[in-house]
């Protein structure tokens, strides 16, 4: 079955994130991290006000790999963004601008699924998780025969 048919409870969505966005940026922020951004290319100051900066909506978008985003803008064509750890489970794509284009959960991390299911809907995350497992399961029962 394509992804696309089995987690149609996310992919598309029009989500408000104004809340997931301030309590990710709060998490962030009270942590006494700081000598773990200096490896990154951009300080937790700057992904801090790119959060807080984020427009109040986001396009969910789900796929095969346990991932699921949300984009806050379209990312231009050609263009590549780098991840950066925010939190377990959760990544910022960020532009080589600066600019923090999306948010990436890892579907298999429960605290980054939590976040998630918070703003996607607690059964539509429970649906599209399962959709996500039973084609993995299936992919490894077919790797079987």
Known sequence: VPMAETSFQINGQVLMATELVRLLAEDIEAREDDEDW??????????????????????????????????????????????????????????PDGTVVLLE????DESAWKRLAAVVGFDNMQAATAAILSQTQACTDGDKE
Do not use: C
Request: charged share 25%; no cysteine.
């Open 38 to 95: 200096e490896m990154e290319d951009w300080s937790k100051s700057h992904i801090l006000a790119q959060l807080r900066k984020l427009p109040p909506v986001a396009e969910a978008i789900a796929n095969d790999d346990n991932k699921a985003f949300l984009r806050f803008q379209e990312i231009p064509s050609g263009s590549v963004y780098e991840a950066v750890a925010l939190s377990r489970g959760v990544e910022a794509g960020v532009l």
């Open 105 to 108: 959960f890892d579907l298999t």
